[in-house]
């Protein structure tokens, strides 16, 4: 029966679409879905299809406990991401998260800077032949400590 309804609706739909039962049936049965489903955003589609894999994954994992335990959380979660837009909470997330690697890239970008000019001035100053030169520390206290004679007069005697 009820397909010999819906046929009857569609023949009205094609045969009269100018008659006053033919629009208001294309307002309520065509425009109105359509101007819905042109509504949906791909945020949207996105979380609805992590909802199903979440309720998917309760049910491989749990079975049938696993299928409750999606069903009473379900109307509460779709119920909160609609009242509070999620996508602001994440679209602040992905802000605060692109000025945080911002930030360091900054600070690395600095720190790269002043070891860049410390290796350039060091080798301006290795090619001009003006570069300091720390002197090695000598081993003469430790050679005097195990030395016999840290005088050196042995030699000159013999």
């Known amino acids: 029966m009820l397909m010999v309804n819906v046929l009857l609706v569609v023949l009205l739909l094609v045969a009269f679409p100018t008659t006053g039962l033919g629009r208001t049936l294309r307002r309520f049965l065509v425009d109105t879905p359509a101007r819905r489903l042109n509504a949906i955003k791909s945020g949207q589609v996105v979380f609805y299809i992590g909802l199903g894999v979440a309720g998917l994954g309760l049910f ?3 079975e049938t ?5 999606f069903m009473f959380m379900a109307p509460d979660l779709l119920v909160w991401f609609t ?4 996508s602001l909470f994440v679209d602040v997330f992905i802000v605060s998260a ?10 690395s970008a600095s720190a790269i800077t002043r070891k860049a000019g410390r290796i350039c001035s060091a080798a301006i100053a290795r090619m001009s032949g003006r570069e300091r030169r720390s002197q090695a520390p000598s081993n003469a206290d430790a050679d005097a400590a195990n030395d016999p004679d840290p005088d050196g007069w042995l030699l000159a005697t013999a």
């Open 65 to 69: 406990d696993g299928l409750r335990l």
């Open 83 to 86: 009242v509070f837009d999620i």
């Open 98 to 107: 692109t000025l945080a690697a911002g930030t360091r890239v900054r600070g």
């Open 60 to 62: 491989c994992l749990f």
